[in-house]
């Protein structure tokens, strides 16, 4: 049974920093590329990031690129994948969600994901940042 289980999200004030942590388990982990997701209050899911299976290919939405880092550490039969933000702005506040895709093909690594090509979610952690 595939399991994504978010934490580290809070309330921060703006400027501040914050790294989310995924731990995903129950998948074969050289299968599936990784991604963050958000919803904020009354607005759709949007893409934040992806890495590939071997962490070697990351692509971030144009909001948060410069600001969002996303890494991945992989084991045997889990994966646990980050999200170190910085310089965090209020108009970041929203649930952040992990995404797992199976064998995605380098062309879906390098655009915004959309969520309905995931295969797995997690249940999300709230990020709050106060002005």
């Known amino acids: 049974q595939v399991q994504l289980v978010e934490s580290g999200g809070g309330l921060v004030q703006a400027g501040d920093s914050l790294r989310l942590s995924c731990a995903a388990s129950g998948l074969t982990v050289s299968n599936y590329a990784m991604g963050w997701f958000r919803q904020a209050p009354g607005k759709d899911h949007e893409f934040v990031a992806t890495?590939?299976?071997?962490?070697?290919?990351?692509?971030?939405a144009e909001s948060v690129k410069g600001r969002f880092v996303i890494s991945r550490a992989n084991n045997k039969n889990a994966v646990t994948v980050y999200l170190q933000m910085f310089g965090l702005k209020p108009e970041d506040t929203a649930v952040y969600y992990c995404a797992a895709k199976e064998n995605p093909g380098l062309a879906t690594l390098i655009r915004p994901l959309s969520p309905g090509d995931m295969d797995y979610w997690g249940k999300g952690t709230l990020v709050t940042v106060s002005s």
């Open positions: 890495i590939s299976r071997n962490g070697g290919v990351t692509y971030y």
